[in-house]
Protein backbone atom coordinates (compact mmCIF):
# COMPACT_ATOMS: atom_id res chain seq x y z
CA UNK A 1 0.00 0.00 0.00
CA UNK A 2 1.52 3.40 -0.74
CA UNK A 3 2.12 5.99 1.98
CA UNK A 4 -0.96 8.14 0.72
CA UNK A 5 -3.01 4.73 1.07
CA UNK A 6 -1.90 4.61 4.67
CA UNK A 7 -2.56 7.90 5.67
CA UNK A 8 -5.49 7.79 4.67
CA UNK A 9 -6.53 4.22 6.34
CA UNK A 10 -5.34 6.01 9.56
CA UNK A 11 -7.21 8.96 9.30
CA UNK A 12 -10.05 7.18 8.62
CA UNK A 13 -9.42 4.71 11.87
CA UNK A 14 -8.65 8.27 13.94
CA UNK A 15 -12.05 9.79 12.66
CA UNK A 16 -13.85 9.31 16.02
CA UNK A 17 -14.89 10.75 19.27
CA UNK A 18 -12.77 8.61 21.71
CA UNK A 19 -10.33 10.53 22.42
CA UNK A 20 -10.01 10.72 26.09
CA UNK A 21 -9.51 14.76 25.90
CA UNK A 22 -13.31 14.52 24.32
CA UNK A 23 -14.00 12.97 27.04
CA UNK A 24 -12.45 15.56 29.24
CA UNK A 25 -14.17 18.17 27.73
CA UNK A 26 -17.55 16.80 28.25
CA UNK A 27 -17.10 15.27 31.71
CA UNK A 28 -16.13 19.06 32.86
CA UNK A 29 -19.14 21.41 31.62
CA UNK A 30 -21.07 18.36 32.55
CA UNK A 31 -20.02 18.40 36.20
CA UNK A 32 -19.51 22.44 36.53
CA UNK A 33 -23.27 22.11 35.04
CA UNK A 34 -24.33 19.69 37.32
CA UNK A 35 -22.41 21.28 40.51
CA UNK A 36 -23.90 24.94 39.82
CA UNK A 37 -27.06 23.94 39.31
CA UNK A 38 -27.09 22.20 42.55
CA UNK A 39 -25.77 25.03 44.35
CA UNK A 40 -28.38 27.34 43.16
CA UNK A 41 -31.05 25.09 43.67
CA UNK A 42 -29.30 25.24 47.38
CA UNK A 43 -29.59 29.01 47.58
CA UNK A 44 -25.58 28.22 47.72
CA UNK A 45 -23.89 31.61 45.61
CA UNK A 46 -20.33 32.20 44.98
CA UNK A 47 -18.73 35.10 45.90
CA UNK A 48 -18.01 37.36 42.98
CA UNK A 49 -14.80 37.62 43.68
CA UNK A 50 -13.74 34.23 43.60
CA UNK A 51 -15.97 33.82 39.95
CA UNK A 52 -13.50 36.91 38.79
CA UNK A 53 -10.03 34.98 40.41
CA UNK A 54 -11.57 31.87 38.21
CA UNK A 55 -11.79 33.99 35.36
CA UNK A 56 -8.46 34.91 35.36
CA UNK A 57 -7.00 31.74 36.18
CA UNK A 58 -8.42 30.09 33.41
CA UNK A 59 -7.75 32.62 30.92
CA UNK A 60 -4.12 33.89 31.64
CA UNK A 61 -2.49 31.04 32.93
CA UNK A 62 -4.07 27.69 31.30
CA UNK A 63 -5.82 28.98 28.27
CA UNK A 64 -3.20 31.79 26.94
CA UNK A 65 -0.08 29.42 26.39
CA UNK A 66 -2.18 26.51 23.95
CA UNK A 67 -3.35 29.71 21.66
CA UNK A 68 0.40 30.56 21.21
CA UNK A 69 0.88 26.60 20.75
CA UNK A 70 -2.01 26.83 18.23
CA UNK A 71 0.47 29.28 15.83
CA UNK A 72 3.98 27.15 16.50
CA UNK A 73 2.25 24.48 15.50
CA UNK A 74 0.84 25.97 12.37
CA UNK A 75 4.40 27.65 11.46
CA UNK A 76 6.54 24.85 12.12
CA UNK A 77 6.19 23.67 8.52
CA UNK A 78 5.72 27.09 6.75
CA UNK A 79 9.07 28.78 4.99
CA UNK A 80 9.91 31.58 6.06
CA UNK A 81 8.62 34.27 3.39
CA UNK A 82 5.56 32.87 4.65
CA UNK A 83 6.22 33.01 8.39
CA UNK A 84 7.47 36.52 8.18
CA UNK A 85 4.26 37.71 6.06
CA UNK A 86 1.90 35.83 8.87
CA UNK A 87 3.55 37.90 11.64
CA UNK A 88 3.17 41.04 9.55
CA UNK A 89 -0.40 40.58 9.55
CA UNK A 90 -0.76 39.37 12.45
CA UNK A 91 0.61 42.98 13.83
CA UNK A 92 -1.07 45.45 11.27
CA UNK A 93 -4.38 43.47 12.25
CA UNK A 94 -3.55 43.77 15.85
CA UNK A 95 -2.74 47.83 15.61
CA UNK A 96 -5.93 47.84 13.23
CA UNK A 97 -8.19 46.59 16.45
CA UNK A 98 -6.64 48.77 18.61
CA UNK A 99 -7.24 51.88 16.80
CA UNK A 100 -10.98 51.05 16.32
CA UNK A 101 -11.03 50.46 20.05
CA UNK A 102 -9.28 54.17 21.02
CA UNK A 103 -11.71 56.18 18.30
CA UNK A 104 -15.20 53.99 18.74
CA UNK A 105 -15.01 51.65 21.92
CA UNK A 106 -18.18 50.52 22.24
CA UNK A 107 -17.93 49.07 18.28
CA UNK A 108 -14.65 47.66 19.49
CA UNK A 109 -15.83 46.11 22.37
CA UNK A 110 -18.72 45.00 20.22
CA UNK A 111 -16.15 43.31 17.79
CA UNK A 112 -14.12 41.70 21.12
CA UNK A 113 -17.47 39.74 21.76
CA UNK A 114 -18.32 38.76 18.30
CA UNK A 115 -14.33 37.37 18.01
CA UNK A 116 -15.08 35.08 21.16
CA UNK A 117 -17.76 33.45 19.36
CA UNK A 118 -15.70 33.07 15.80
CA UNK A 119 -13.02 31.31 17.98
CA UNK A 120 -15.42 28.80 19.85
CA UNK A 121 -17.83 28.45 16.58
CA UNK A 122 -15.08 28.01 14.10
CA UNK A 123 -12.53 25.97 16.56
CA UNK A 124 -15.74 23.96 16.90
CA UNK A 125 -16.11 22.97 14.13
CA UNK A 126 -12.86 22.23 13.37
CA UNK A 127 -13.05 19.37 16.05
CA UNK A 128 -15.88 17.82 14.95
CA UNK A 129 -14.63 17.18 11.31
CA UNK A 130 -11.55 15.85 12.14
CA UNK A 131 -13.17 13.69 15.20
CA UNK A 132 -16.83 12.39 15.12
CA UNK A 133 -17.48 13.56 11.76
CA UNK A 134 -19.87 16.32 9.97
CA UNK A 135 -21.43 13.99 8.09
CA UNK A 136 -24.71 15.90 8.72
CA UNK A 137 -23.32 19.35 7.62
CA UNK A 138 -24.17 19.12 4.01
CA UNK A 139 -24.18 22.65 3.06
CA UNK A 140 -21.62 25.69 4.02
CA UNK A 141 -24.54 27.78 5.18
CA UNK A 142 -25.39 24.77 7.80
CA UNK A 143 -21.77 24.16 8.13
CA UNK A 144 -22.02 28.35 9.49
CA UNK A 145 -24.74 27.74 11.69
CA UNK A 146 -23.20 25.29 13.22
CA UNK A 147 -20.35 27.49 14.31
CA UNK A 148 -22.71 29.89 15.03
CA UNK A 149 -24.73 27.86 17.65
CA UNK A 150 -21.61 26.73 19.19
CA UNK A 151 -19.82 30.03 18.98
CA UNK A 152 -23.19 31.81 20.26
CA UNK A 153 -23.35 29.98 23.25
CA UNK A 154 -19.97 31.48 24.33
CA UNK A 155 -21.84 35.38 24.56
CA UNK A 156 -25.17 35.42 23.47
CA UNK A 157 -26.12 32.89 26.23
CA UNK A 158 -24.57 34.82 29.27
CA UNK A 159 -26.21 37.96 27.86
CA UNK A 160 -29.78 36.01 28.38
CA UNK A 161 -29.35 34.64 31.84
CA UNK A 162 -26.51 36.69 33.61
CA UNK A 163 -27.51 39.98 32.02
CA UNK A 164 -26.22 42.17 35.00
CA UNK A 165 -22.89 40.83 35.16
CA UNK A 166 -22.65 40.81 31.19
CA UNK A 167 -23.42 44.42 31.21
CA UNK A 168 -21.69 45.56 34.06
CA UNK A 169 -17.83 44.27 32.45
CA UNK A 170 -18.93 45.34 28.81
CA UNK A 171 -19.59 48.98 30.39
CA UNK A 172 -16.12 48.20 32.44
CA UNK A 173 -14.85 47.26 28.87
CA UNK A 174 -15.75 50.32 27.47
CA UNK A 175 -14.19 52.03 29.97
CA UNK A 176 -10.64 51.23 29.22
CA UNK A 177 -11.30 54.13 27.02
CA UNK A 178 -14.42 55.98 27.65
CA UNK A 179 -16.04 56.01 30.77
CA UNK A 180 -19.77 56.09 30.80
CA UNK A 181 -19.22 55.55 27.23
CA UNK A 182 -22.09 52.59 27.00
CA UNK A 183 -24.61 54.36 28.70
CA UNK A 184 -26.35 55.53 25.62
CA UNK A 185 -26.98 52.61 24.67
CA UNK A 186 -28.61 51.41 27.95
CA UNK A 187 -32.11 51.79 27.41
CA UNK A 188 -31.87 49.14 24.45
CA UNK A 189 -29.86 46.40 26.66
CA UNK A 190 -33.38 44.39 27.19
CA UNK A 191 -34.15 44.91 23.44
CA UNK A 192 -30.66 43.63 22.87
CA UNK A 193 -31.32 40.65 24.74
CA UNK A 194 -34.48 39.51 23.86
CA UNK A 195 -33.30 39.52 20.29
CA UNK A 196 -30.72 37.51 21.49
CA UNK A 197 -32.90 34.84 23.36
CA UNK A 198 -34.75 34.93 20.51
CA UNK A 199 -32.45 34.31 18.05
CA UNK A 200 -30.34 31.94 19.80
CA UNK A 201 -33.32 29.98 20.55
CA UNK A 202 -34.82 29.80 16.86
CA UNK A 203 -30.67 29.57 15.49
CA UNK A 204 -30.15 26.00 18.18
CA UNK A 205 -33.61 24.45 16.85
CA UNK A 206 -33.02 25.06 13.48
CA UNK A 207 -29.38 23.62 13.96
CA UNK A 208 -30.36 20.08 15.77
CA UNK A 209 -33.50 20.13 13.59
CA UNK A 210 -31.75 20.43 10.14
CA UNK A 211 -28.95 17.99 10.98
CA UNK A 212 -31.13 15.67 12.14
CA UNK A 213 -33.38 15.67 8.05
CA UNK A 214 -29.98 16.17 6.37
CA UNK A 215 -28.45 13.47 7.39
CA UNK A 216 -28.62 11.99 11.45
CA UNK A 217 -26.76 9.26 12.60
CA UNK A 218 -23.77 9.95 15.33
CA UNK A 219 -22.38 12.81 13.90
CA UNK A 220 -25.32 14.22 14.41
CA UNK A 221 -26.34 12.82 17.50
CA UNK A 222 -22.60 14.05 18.87
CA UNK A 223 -22.90 17.40 17.50
CA UNK A 224 -27.08 18.08 18.66
CA UNK A 225 -25.44 16.63 22.39
CA UNK A 226 -22.65 19.05 22.61
CA UNK A 227 -24.69 22.21 21.42
CA UNK A 228 -27.09 21.20 23.84
CA UNK A 229 -24.26 20.59 26.34
CA UNK A 230 -22.85 24.20 25.96
CA UNK A 231 -26.13 25.85 25.93
CA UNK A 232 -26.97 24.51 28.65
CA UNK A 233 -23.76 25.02 30.72
CA UNK A 234 -23.47 28.83 29.46
CA UNK A 235 -26.83 29.23 30.85
CA UNK A 236 -26.63 28.05 34.90
CA UNK A 237 -23.08 28.82 35.36
CA UNK A 238 -21.87 32.34 35.99
CA UNK A 239 -20.48 33.81 33.15
CA UNK A 240 -17.47 34.70 34.42
CA UNK A 241 -16.45 31.33 35.63
CA UNK A 242 -18.26 29.75 32.40
CA UNK A 243 -16.01 31.52 30.12
CA UNK A 244 -13.14 31.20 32.20
CA UNK A 245 -13.11 27.54 32.59
CA UNK A 246 -14.88 26.54 29.05
CA UNK A 247 -11.36 27.58 27.37
CA UNK A 248 -8.99 25.13 29.11
CA UNK A 249 -11.63 22.73 29.88
CA UNK A 250 -13.06 22.82 26.28
CA UNK A 251 -11.73 24.81 23.53
CA UNK A 252 -7.91 23.86 24.37
CA UNK A 253 -8.83 19.84 25.50
CA UNK A 254 -10.65 19.23 22.21
CA UNK A 255 -7.92 21.51 20.08
CA UNK A 256 -5.69 18.61 21.53
CA UNK A 257 -7.94 15.74 19.87
CA UNK A 258 -7.77 17.59 17.12
CA UNK A 259 -3.97 18.06 16.89
CA UNK A 260 -3.48 14.26 17.97
CA UNK A 261 -6.19 13.14 15.17
CA UNK A 262 -4.70 14.83 12.51
CA UNK A 263 -1.08 13.87 13.17
CA UNK A 264 1.89 15.25 11.23
CA UNK A 265 1.11 12.95 8.16
CA UNK A 266 -0.06 16.19 6.37
CA UNK A 267 1.80 17.64 3.60
CA UNK A 268 4.66 20.14 5.07
CA UNK A 269 7.74 21.57 3.85
CA UNK A 270 10.38 19.45 6.63
CA UNK A 271 13.37 21.61 5.20
CA UNK A 272 11.99 24.63 7.24
CA UNK A 273 10.66 22.41 9.96
CA UNK A 274 11.09 24.43 13.36
CA UNK A 275 11.92 21.61 15.44
CA UNK A 276 12.75 18.94 12.76
CA UNK A 277 16.07 18.12 13.52
CA UNK A 278 17.95 17.03 16.54
CA UNK A 279 17.87 20.27 18.77
CA UNK A 280 14.09 19.75 18.69
CA UNK A 281 13.98 20.47 22.47
CA UNK A 282 15.92 23.62 22.67
CA UNK A 283 14.77 25.07 18.82
CA UNK A 284 11.11 24.38 20.49
CA UNK A 285 11.72 26.06 24.22
CA UNK A 286 13.16 29.41 21.71
CA UNK A 287 10.47 29.75 19.93
CA UNK A 288 7.67 29.22 22.34
CA UNK A 289 10.11 31.97 24.54
CA UNK A 290 10.01 34.22 22.04
CA UNK A 291 6.52 34.16 21.41
CA UNK A 292 5.58 34.40 24.79
CA UNK A 293 7.59 37.98 24.69
CA UNK A 294 6.16 38.92 21.97
CA UNK A 295 2.92 38.54 23.70
CA UNK A 296 3.86 40.57 26.69
CA UNK A 297 5.11 43.02 24.35
CA UNK A 298 1.49 43.27 22.94
CA UNK A 299 -0.24 43.39 26.56
CA UNK A 300 1.84 45.74 28.06
CA UNK A 301 1.17 48.35 24.35
CA UNK A 302 -2.26 47.66 24.85
CA UNK A 303 -2.36 48.59 28.86
CA UNK A 304 -0.23 51.85 27.78
CA UNK A 305 -2.26 52.91 25.42
CA UNK A 306 -5.55 52.85 26.54
CA UNK A 307 -6.36 55.92 28.88
CA UNK A 308 -8.16 53.94 31.75
CA UNK A 309 -6.52 50.40 31.34
CA UNK A 310 -8.38 48.97 34.41
CA UNK A 311 -11.49 50.91 33.88
CA UNK A 312 -11.42 53.61 36.97
CA UNK A 313 -12.27 50.33 38.93
CA UNK A 314 -11.05 48.05 41.48
CA UNK A 315 -7.82 45.62 40.74
CA UNK A 316 -10.35 42.33 39.84
CA UNK A 317 -12.93 43.33 37.96
CA UNK A 318 -10.65 46.23 36.08
CA UNK A 319 -8.08 43.08 35.71
CA UNK A 320 -11.29 41.13 34.17
CA UNK A 321 -11.93 43.97 31.57
CA UNK A 322 -8.61 44.45 30.65
CA UNK A 323 -7.77 40.95 29.63
CA UNK A 324 -11.15 40.42 28.17
CA UNK A 325 -10.21 43.59 25.45
CA UNK A 326 -6.60 42.05 25.29
CA UNK A 327 -6.90 38.65 24.69
CA UNK A 328 -9.90 39.71 22.20
CA UNK A 329 -7.00 41.87 20.34
CA UNK A 330 -4.60 39.27 19.98
CA UNK A 331 -7.71 36.57 19.10
CA UNK A 332 -8.90 38.68 16.43
CA UNK A 333 -5.76 37.47 13.93
CA UNK A 334 -5.86 34.26 15.58
CA UNK A 335 -9.07 33.75 14.13
CA UNK A 336 -8.25 36.18 10.57
CA UNK A 337 -4.95 35.20 9.80
CA UNK A 338 -4.64 32.07 11.34
CA UNK A 339 -7.51 30.34 9.89
CA UNK A 340 -9.94 32.65 8.01
CA UNK A 341 -6.89 33.69 4.98
CA UNK A 342 -4.82 30.95 5.80
CA UNK A 343 -6.57 28.49 3.28
CA UNK A 344 -3.52 26.18 3.02
CA UNK A 345 -3.46 24.77 6.80
CA UNK A 346 -4.65 27.19 9.21
CA UNK A 347 -3.93 26.73 13.06
CA UNK A 348 -7.71 24.16 12.95
CA UNK A 349 -6.26 21.97 10.09
CA UNK A 350 -8.36 19.84 9.28
CA UNK A 351 -6.60 17.45 6.13
Not at 116 to 122: D, I, N, S, V
Not at 142 to 159: D, E, H, I, K, T
Not at 220 to 225: E, M, P, R, T
Not at 265 to 286: H, I, K, N, Q, Y
Request: net charge positive; hydrophobic share 55%; proline share 5%.
Amino acid sequence: MSAIGLRSVRRRFLHSDAHPSLALSRLSLLALLVAFAGASAAGIAVPFEAQMVVYLVGMVALNLPHGGYEHFENLRQRRPSFRWRYVAAYLALIAGFVALLLAAPVAGVALAIGVAMAKGGLGGLSVLDATSGTDHLQTRPQRLLAAGVRGGAVMLVPLVFHPGTFRTFSALMVGLVEPGGLAPYAEHFGTTRALAAGGYGLALAAHVGLGYVRGGGRSWLVDAGESLLLASYFAVVPVLVAVGLYFPFWYSARQVARTVTVGDDDVGDPEWDLVGDSRVALRAWGVLVVGAFATFAVLAAVYWLVPNPLGNSGLLPGAVAFWSVFISVVALPHVVIGSLLDTERGIWYVP
